[in-house]
T-cell receptor
Framework: NAGVTQTPKFRVLKTGQSMTLLCAQD?????MYWYRQDPGMGLRLIHY???????AKGEVPDGYNVSRLKKQNFLLGLESAAPSQTSVYFC???????????FGPGTRLTVL | AQKVTQAQTEISVVEKEDVTLDCVYE???????LFWYKQPPSGELVFLIR??????QNEISGRYSWNFQKSTSSFNFTITASQVVDSAVYFC???????????????FGTGTRLKVLA
């Protein structure tokens, strides 16, 4: 099992460009999450999904959109990137509420 | 409201010293789960332990031990005889049952950076 994978690992964007980050898990987990990590701020929840076809806003959803068309994939989109979105993005999944989350390796995004 | 506080931003110890990382949480729910994760310099997040609110037994795993005290809403993590490889950022996290909050969110503390010096 690959666990949780994220594509790409690194990306540099110019302000105003768009991109999609892909998270894939092969553990048949129901719940998936997107976080961003900034220095000194821990992990902040962007969006999450409690099952295929469902999404919900987290703590810092502005400027991001998500989709969960397939159970194993959770996509995070930036429609018009801004320098404030420079961060490390982590995807996580969990089988059920209360279980530990399994994290992907992260995507380092720089917006110039 | 749910909250996790890791008041120690950074700790430095010399190898072989014991070190305790503090975690204080807030929740109105009676059923909840607590977690510790490690983030080494390579950047990945590694799960260390999960505890539910009904199990206050302390746990020891090798050089790691966890002290869960509901009376003080704390879930502290101790590393005995620290090693350079323990250098990392450690995160404490909280997940309630969702019955009161209606949420599926995990709440993370801001992390404690541990530096173990040789």
């Amino acid at each position: 099992n690959a666990g949780v994978t994220q594509t790409p690992k690194f990306r540099v964007l110019k302000t105003g460009q768009s991109m999609t980050l892909l998270c894939a898990q092969d553990m048949n987990h129901e719940y998936m999450y997107w976080y961003r990590q900034d220095p000194g701020m821990g992990l902040r929840l962007i969006h999450y999904s409690v099952g295929e076809g469902t999404t919900a806003k987290g703590e810092v959803p502005d400027g991001y959109n998500v989709s969960r068309l397939k159970k194993q994939n959770f996509l995070l989109g930036l429609e018009s990137a801004a320098p404030s979105q420079t961060s490390v993005y982590f995807c996580a999944s969990t089988e059920r509420r209360g279980n530990e989350q399994f994290f992907g390796p992260g995507t380092r995004l720089t917006v110039l | 409201a749910q909250k996790v506080t890791q008041a120690q931003t950074e700790i430095s110890v010399v190898e072989k010293e014991d070190v305790t990382l503090d975690c204080v949480y807030e929740t109105r729910d009676t059923t909840y789960y607590l977690f510790w994760y490690k983030q080494p310099p390579s950047g990945e997040l590694v799960f260390l332990i999960r505890r539910n609110s009904f199990d206050e037994q302390n746990e020891i795993s090798g050089r790691y031990s966890w002290n869960f005290q509901k009376s003080t809403s704390s879930f502290n993590f101790t590393i005995t005889a620290s090693q350079v490889v323990d250098s990392a950022v450690y995160f404490c996290a909280l997940k309630d049952s969702g019955n009161l909050s209606g949420t599926y969110k995990y709440i993370f503390g801001t992390g404690t950076r541990l530096k173990v010096l040789a």
